[in-house]
C-alpha cells in the first residue's frame, strides 16, 4: 500500500514569490494535517481537516498560506508571497480514527528554502 | 507553554547503553504515539499507547502510557548507532478537545556513537 506522498521533496525560492506543495494522503483516511518543522524540533500544526472540511486552522498565518482538500483526497498548500522565516520542511500525514487510537503517517516533507 | 514536554532535549551515548526518553504534559490524552525521524525523512510511527498503564515492547524499546495518561516513556536497551535519530511524542485529543488533534512534543535528538 502506498504511504502519503508529497511533491516536490525540495523547493528553493526568492521572497516574496509563490510557492505551493501538494500531498496525496494514504488511501482511505479522512484525516489530513499539513505540519511544519524547523530543524531538529518537533512539528508544529498548521492545518487539520477531516474529509474536505478545515477542523483546525488557528496556527495557519492566513495572510500568506491557504490550503485546499477540495474532494477529501489530496491537499495543496499555498504561501504568497515566501519570507526568509518560512524556511522549513513542510510535512503532510494522514490518519484514521480507530476508536480511541488516531495514529498519522507521515510524508517525506517538503524542504522549502526561501533565499 | 509546550503542551508536551520533552526531556532530555538532547542525549549523547555510547553504543550498549540503555537510555530513558520522557514525554509530559499536564493535560489527559486519549492516545498517545512515539515517532522516530531520520534526517531528510518523515516522522515514523513506532507505537500508538491508549491505555492507562500500558506497556508495549517493540524489540530493544519499551513503551509506557502513564497511569493517568498523561505522561509516556520510551526505554531503550544497548543501544545501536542504527537507534541514532530525532524522537518525537505526540499526544491525541488533549483534555477531551477533539479527536485526531495531535500535537507534538519538541522532540529527543539522540545519537549513538559506536
Known amino acids: 500500500e502506498a504511504g502519503v506522498v508529497q511533491s516536490p521533496r525540495y523547493k528553493i525560492i526568492e521572497k516574496k514569490q509563490p510557492v505551493a506543495f501538494w500531498c496525496n494522503p494514504i488511501?482511505?483516511?479522512?484525516?489530513l494535517y499539513w505540519y511544519r518543522q524547523n530543524l531538529g524540533q518537533g512539528p508544529e500544526l498548521l492545518i487539520r481537516?477531516?474529509?474536505?472540511?478545515?477542523?483546525?486552522d488557528s496556527q495557519l498565518p492566513k495572510d500568506r498560506f491557504s490550503a485546499e482538500r477540495l474532494k477529501g483526497v489530496d491537499s495543496t498548500l499555498k504561501i504568497q508571497p515566501a519570507e526568509l522565516g518560512d524556511s522549513a520542511v513542510y510535512l503532510c500525514?494522514?490518519?484514521?480514527?480507530?476508536?480511541?487510537?488516531?495514529?498519522?503517517?507521515f510524508g517525506q516533507g517538503t524542504r522549502l528554502t526561501v533565499v | 507553554t509546550q503542551l508536551l514536554e520533552q526531556s532530555p532535549q538532547f542525549l549523547s551515548i555510547q553504543e550498549g547503553e540503555n537510555l530513558t526518553v520522557y514525554c509530559n504534559s499536564s493535560s489527559v490524552f486519549s492516545s498517545l504515539q512515539w515517532y522516530r525521524q531520520e534526517p531528510g525523512e518523515g516522522p515514523v510511527l513506532l507505537v500508538t499507547v491508549v491505555t492507562g498503564g500500558e506497556v508495549k515492547k517493540l524489540k530493544r524499546l519499551t513503551f509506557q502510557f502513564g497511569d493517568a495518561r498523561k505522561d509516556s516513556s520510551l526505554h531503550i536497551t544497548a543501544a545501536q548507532p542504527g537507534d541514532t535519530g530525532l524522537y518525537l511524542c505526540a499526544g491525541d485529543n488533549a483534555g477531551g478537545t477533539s479527536y485526531g488533534k495531535l500535537t507534538f512534543g519538541q522532540g529527543t535528538i539522540l545519537t549513538v556513537h559506536p
Open positions: 488511501s482511505g483516511h479522512n484525516t
Open positions: 481537516y477531516e474529509n474536505e472540511e478545515a477542523v483546525d
Open positions: 500525514a494522514s490518519s484514521l480514527r480507530t476508536g480511541a487510537r488516531s495514529s498519522a503517517f
